[in-house]
T-cell receptor
Framework: QKEVEQDPGPLSVPEGAIVSLNCTYS??????FMWYRQYSRKGPELLMY????GNKEDGRFTAQVDKSSKYISLFIRDSQPSDSATYLC?????????????FGKGTLLTVNP | DVKVTQSSRYLVKRTGEKVFLECVQD?????MFWYRQDPGLGLRLIYF???????EKGDIPEGYSVSREKKERFSLILESASTNQTSMYLC???????????FGPGTRLLVL
């Protein structure tokens, strides 16, 4: 079983839709959760970071973590064409001396005007 | 703002050439990483470094080496480029004891 699973999509939605992006992970040792956005031919940029179960909101973006189900989500409200990008989930086991991230393969999102 | 820069956006090399990819970060971060990104395979870690002159192998180190002589600079070296090393190469950095990584714009390498 892969450590992180992410549906690659592609996902196509109309402007204004609510978008739900999801990842599942297999190891309960993972404690830190991030979402990155990557525009075509660019490097990933950090969108959201959380380390606890529950919701974290930032503008139109909400990150949700359910550690009991090993499931993380990113919700985008009132989606815009500028949100069209690949979204990557990333998880980490602990601070310690191991700062490696394990990435999902990314979901390609297109928001149509 | 964290800034991670990579020496080239696009690079074309021939099989067998030695290739250097440079990465510089301006935020005094302890940790630096090199990834490659391929369609369907996602981001894969090649090497990382948590201090000057320190390095650790990632998931796919074969055919690559790295150098970190200064804190702000992390170089990826392809000793003898091969066509299967055609890829997007991404550098990232993170502060010590923090998981969030900040990425550079990437270098698209084509090996002919």
């Amino acid at each position: 079983q892969k450590e992180v699973e992410q549906d690659p999509g592609p996902l196509s939605v109309p402007e204004g839709a609510i978008v739900s992006l999801n990842c599942t992970y297999s190891n309960s040792a993972f404690q830190y959760f991030m979402w990155y956005r990557q525009y075509s031919r660019k490097g990933p940029e950090l969108l959201m970071y959380t380390y606890s179960s529950g919701n974290k909101e930032d503008g139109r973006f909400t990150a949700q973590v359910d550690k009991s189900s090993k499931y993380i989500s990113l919700f985008i409200r009132d989606s815009q064409p500028s949100d069209s990008a690949t979204y990557l989930c990333a998880i980490s086991k602990s601070g310690g001396s191991n700062y490696k991230l394990t990435f999902g393969k990314g979901t390609l999102l297109t928001v149509n005007p | 703002d964290v800034k991670v820069t990579q020496s080239s956006r696009y690079l074309v090399k021939r099989t067998g050439e030695k290739v250097f990819l440079e990465c510089v970060q301006d935020m005094d971060h302890e940790n630096m990483f090199w990834y490659r990104q391929d369609p369907g395979l996602g981001l894969r870690l090649i090497y990382f470094s948590y201090d000057v002159k320190m390095k650790e192998k990632g998931d796919i180190p074969e055919g690559y080496s790295v150098s970190r002589e200064k804190k702000e600079r992390f170089s990826l070296i392809l000793e003898s480029a091969s066509t299967n090393q055609t890829s997007m190469y991404l550098c990232a950095s993170s502060p010590g004891r923090q998981e969030t990584q900040y990425f550079g714009p990437g270098t698209r390498l084509l090996v002919l």
